[in-house]
Nanobody
């Protein structure tokens, strides 16, 4: 069974940092684009970051300069380092991967594998 499991969420104050992890099991995602999404209450799920197999990272403009993505291919784990957190970053954060591994876009319907999510709450 393929599973993605996120961890690392929590509650922080504005300006704080968190590091999210997503570990895959049941399948090797080393050749997959891995994607971080987030969903705030009442809003659509939005893409935050892509982490390509070679380690290149795409970041949405809303988090550029504050977030960083990385991956450890051997451990089937990707990370999202979140710095200078703002209240608008409050959301459930998910990692996802598409079957075949090549899709990295924002269309959530294209993703076959999702983690259960980890909550990030930023308070002032």
């Amino acid at each position: 069974e393929v599973q993605l499991v996120e961890s690392g969420g929590g509650s922080v104050e504005v300006g704080g940092s968190l590091r999210l992890s997503c570990t895959a099991s049941g399948y090797s995602f080393s050749s997959n684009c891995m994607v971080w999404f987030r969903q705030a209450p009442g809003k659509q799920r939005e893409r935050v970051a892509n982490i390509l197999p070679g380690g290149s990272v795409y970041l949405d403009d809303s988090v550029k300069g504050r977030f960083a993505g990385s991956r450890e291919g051997a451990s089937n784990t990707v990370y999202l380092q979140m710095n200078s957190l703002q209240s608008e970053d409050t959301a459930m954060y998910y990692c996802a991967a598409a079957y075949g591994g090549y899709y990295c876009g924002p269309d959530t319907s294209r993703y076959n594998y999702w983690g259960q999510g980890t909550q990030v709450t930023v308070s002032s």
